[in-house]
C-alpha cells in the first residue's frame, strides 16, 4: 500500500509539473483570482519549458563542480597524509553555505559579468558542504576488519579505495548528492537577479508587477521538480545500495 501511494504521488506530481510547465492555461480558472486590474494569469514573456531548462542546466553544472572538488576533498582528508587538512578543508565547506548567496552574485558580478557564471559560482559554493561532509562520513564508516581483508589480499592504496571504501560510502555520498541538489533548485532562482536564465524570472516578474499568480507558477514548478529529482535520486540511492547489499532485495 505504501508503495502504491508513493507512486500515485509521483505520477501526480509529474502531471501537475507537465501541465504547469506546457498547459499552465488549464489553471486558470485558479490563477485569475491571484491577479490585479486585470493583468494576464500566466506568465508568457519566455517559455516556461526553456527557462526551466535552463534552471536544470545551472543545477546540473554545479553541482557536478561541487561532486568533483567535494569527493576529492572528502578523499583526501580522510588519507593519513590529509587528515590535518580536516579542519580547514570543513571550515571552507562551511564558509560556502554561511556565506549568503546574493553576497556571492554581488562580488562575482565585477569579476565575471552578469548572467550565469555569478550563479553558478554561489551554486557550486552552496553544494560543496552536503557533499564534502558525506564523503568523509561515508568513507569513515567503513569498517576495519573490511579494509583489513582488502589489504590481506594485496590490495594497494588505490585499489582498495576504488573497489572496497568509495563503493561502500557511495550510499552516503548520494545522500549529501541528494541534498546539495534539492538546495541548489532552491537557490537558483536568485541567478534571475543577474540577468541568469531560470525560473527565477517568473518569480521576479511576480514581484515587480504584484502578481501572485506569476509567483505561484514559479514557486509550484521549482518546487516539483525539486520534490521529483530528490525522489528519483532516492530511488537509485535504494537500487544501488541493495546492489553491493547494503539493503536488503
Do not use: C
Not at 509521483?10 to 486590474?37: G, Q
Not at 588505490?158 to 572496497?164: N, S
Amino acid at each position: 500500500m505504501k508503495h502504491v501511494t508513493a507512486n500515485l504521488f509521483r505520477v501526480a506530481a509529474l502531471a501537475l509539473l507537465l501541465i504547469l510547465l506546457f498547459r499552465t492555461e488549464w489553471l486558470s480558472f485558479l490563477l485569475v483570482p491571484l491577479t490585479n486590474n486585470n493583468a494576464p494569469a500566466v506568465y508568457t514573456q519566455n517559455s516556461l519549458p526553456a527557462l526551466a531548462a535552463a534552471h536544470l542546466y545551472l543545477v546540473a553544472i554545479s553541482i557536478v563542480g561541487s561532486a568533483v572538488l567535494a569527493i576529492l576533498g572528502g578523499v583526501f582528508v580522510t588519507r593519513k597524509s590529509g587528515e590535518d587538512f580536516l579542519p580547514l578543508s570543513r571550515a571552507i565547506a562551511n564558509a560556502g553555505q554561511t556565506f549568503p548567496p546574493v553576497a556571492v552574485l554581488a562580488l562575482a558580478v565585477p569579476a565575471t559579468g552578469f548572467g550565469a557564471g555569478p550563479t553558478l559560482i554561489a551554486l557550486f559554493l552552496y553544494g560543496l558542504l552536503p557533499i564534502f561532509e558525506n564523503t568523509v562520513s561515508g568513507l569513515r564508516q567503513v569498517p576495519a576488519s573490511i579494509l583489513e581483508a582488502a589489504d590481506g589480499m594485496g590490495m594497494s592504496a588505490m585499489q582498495r579505495l576504488f573497489r572496497v571504501e568509495l563503493p561502500l560510502a557511495l550510499p552516503l555520498i548520494l545522500e549529501g548528492l541528494k541534498v546539495a541538489t534539492v538546495i541548489n533548485i532552491g537557490t537558483a532562482t536568485i541567478g534571475s537577479t543577474v540577468a541568469a536564465k531560470g525560473l527565477g524570472e517568473v518569480i521576479i516578474a511576480g514581484l515587480i508587477s504584484d502578481t501572485t499568480a506569476f509567483i505561484l507558477q514559479g514557486g509550484l514548478i521549482v518546487g516539483l521538480m525539486a520534490v521529483l529529482i530528490y525522489d528519483a535520486l532516492g530511488i537509485i540511492e535504494s537500487g544501488i545500495s541493495r546492489r553491493i547489499g547494503l539493503r536488503p532485495a
